[in-house]
């Protein structure tokens, strides 16, 4: 298990840019994968992008070519680029292990006005 918290998040304009940062509590280095999650008002929560320990990234259809997933040593981040209102949500860091057990963040809100 490790902790996860997140920062960044925050009120935008739509064409805006906020990146998000994920702080764990010790290194990530060989967790399975990370990734950022999100979740609107009364929708189920989505995966936004996954940052395996080698390093493959993969993205939703909806955030490709606008968002960024990127890790060091024990942070994870998201550079989320030409926002729009739909980008509205809490967005959470997840860490998953190879034993396949699960941590998540307790998230933060990202608004982006039109």
């Known amino acids: 298990q490790v902790q996860l918290v997140e920062s960044g998040g925050g009120l935008v304009q739509a064409g805006g840019s906020l990146r998000l940062s994920c702080a764990a509590s010790k290194s990530i280095a060989n967790f399975k994968s990370m990734a950022w999650y999100r979740q609107a008002p009364g929708k189920q929560r989505d995966l936004v992008a996954t940052?395996?320990?080698?390093?493959t990234t993969t993205y939703a259809d909806s955030v490709k070519g606008r968002f960024t997933i990127s890790r060091d040593f024990a942070k994870v981040y998201l550079q989320m680029n030409s926002l729009n209102p739909e980008d509205t949500a809490v967005y959470y860091c997840?860490?998953?292990?190879?034993?396949?057990?699960?941590?998540w963040g307790q998230g933060t809100q990202v608004t982006v006005s039109s």
């Open positions: 997840n860490a998953e292990t190879w034993s396949g057990a699960e941590s």
């Open positions: 940052i395996t320990s080698g390093g």
